[in-house]
Structures are given as structure tokens and as C-alpha cells.
């Protein structure tokens, strides 16, 4: 793991304006059932599945455990979630955890085509709803 992680590091300092210089992230395995638990806690989301996560409060990457670094997919959401790393490394500052995802979205999509050839079109309104802090009923 901790040559993926100086790789996808490497990656990030030269694609991205974010300061790398920092010790590489914790990284966590956890079943499926117990990271949808953790993120979205007594809530059952149907439908729904958590490709990973980002503690802000232990400084910790969370992935499931049938986590594949063959894929690129999952190499890409390691990624995703490397960019809430360096966002809280970097002491950037968010009026609502959801605005961090306005810059990992775009660079999970960019990484994918340019180091994988994988196309991910997401949907912008999707997009626009989980990357600002409004509620998404008011729209």
C-alpha cells in the first residue's frame, strides 16, 4: 500500500496546486456494512454504496474491504479521498464538509482518463447538490 500511496502522492503534486509535502495518510479496511455505518450512521440508505471516506477527526482514509488496487476505479476513489487528505493537511477551510468534494470530483475525473483511459461523466447536478452546503430540498 505504501508504494500506491507514494505513486497517487506523486501524482497529485504534480496535477494538482495542493502541497504534498506531507506524511502519507492512514489508510483502514472495513466491511461494507460497517463503513455505510460509520458514514451515514442509523440511516439505512438503499441503494447507496460508500466507495470510501475521509476522517477529518482521525486524520484517516476509510476503504471497504473488498477494496482492489488492480482497479482502476478503486484506485481512483483512493485518490478521491487522498484529496480530503491534503485538503485538511493543508488547512484549507470549508463552510460545510460537502464543499470538499468540489475539488476531489474533478480530479478523480481527470486522473482516471489521463492515467487509466477511463471515462467518468458524473452528473452535474448531482454534483452541484453534494458539493455545496445548501440544502438540496430547496433547490
Not at 502519507?24 to 458514514?39: A, C, G, I, M, S
Not at 482492489?68 to 484529496?83: F, G, Q, R, Y
Not at 460537502?98 to 475539488?103: A, G, K, P
Amino acid at each position: 500500500m505504501k508504494e500506491i500511496l507514494i505513486s497517487l502522492m506523486l501524482w497529485l503534486s504534480v496535477n494538482t496546486p495542493f502541497n504534498t509535502n506531507h506524511e502519507l495518510p492512514k489508510v483502514t479496511f472495513l466491511p461494507q456494512e460497517e463503513l455505510n455505518h460509520l458514514f451515514y450512521g442509523e440511516h439505512k440508505i438503499e441503494g447507496n454504496k460508500l466507495y470510501g471516506m475521509y476522517s477529518l477527526e482521525t486524520d484517516t482514509i476509510i476503504l471497504p474491504n473488498t477494496w482492489d488496487p488492480n482497479k482502476p476505479w478503486d484506485l481512483a476513489v483512493l485518490l478521491h479521498e487522498m484529496i480530503h487528505y491534503l485538503q485538511d493537511m493543508n488547512g484549507m477551510e470549508f463552510n460545510c464538509v460537502q464543499e470538499m468534494e468540489r475539488d476531489a470530483w474533478p480530479i478523480q475525473q481527470f486522473y482516471l482518463k489521463k492515467v487509466h483511459d477511463y471515462d467518468w461523466d458524473y452528473d452535474a447536478m448531482w454534483y452541484m447538490v453534494i458539493s455545496t452546503c445548501a440544502d438540496p430540498l430547496s433547490y
